[in-house]
């Protein structure tokens, strides 16, 4: 099964290359945190409404990914 990924990105010039939820300079890292800290996801919509709940579905697909020890190629943000 490949895992592709569609609204995370990353671009050496938007915050600083790391994976950014569509280019928006929310970064995955800022997310994850905030679910860790026992927010939902709704929640995190709320204080980020640029941010769709398949945003925060696609965030933790990232991190699950990533966890598995595996790389995963990011598209750029346009």
Not at 18 to 27: A, T
Not at 36 to 45: D, I, W, Y
Request: some cysteine; proline content about 6%.
């Amino acid at each position: 099964m490949e895992t592709k990924l569609t609204r995370i990105t990353a671009n050496p010039r938007v915050c600083s290359g790391q994976p950014c939820v569509r280019g928006l300079r929310i970064p995955v890292s800022v997310v994850l945190k905030h679910l860790a800290a026992g927010k939902s996801a709704t929640e995190v919509v709320a204080e980020f409404p640029e941010l769709e709940l398949g945003d925060i579905s696609e965030c933790l697909l990232y991190a699950s990914w990533l966890a598995s020890g595996r790389t995963i190629d990011l598209p750029s943000a346009a």
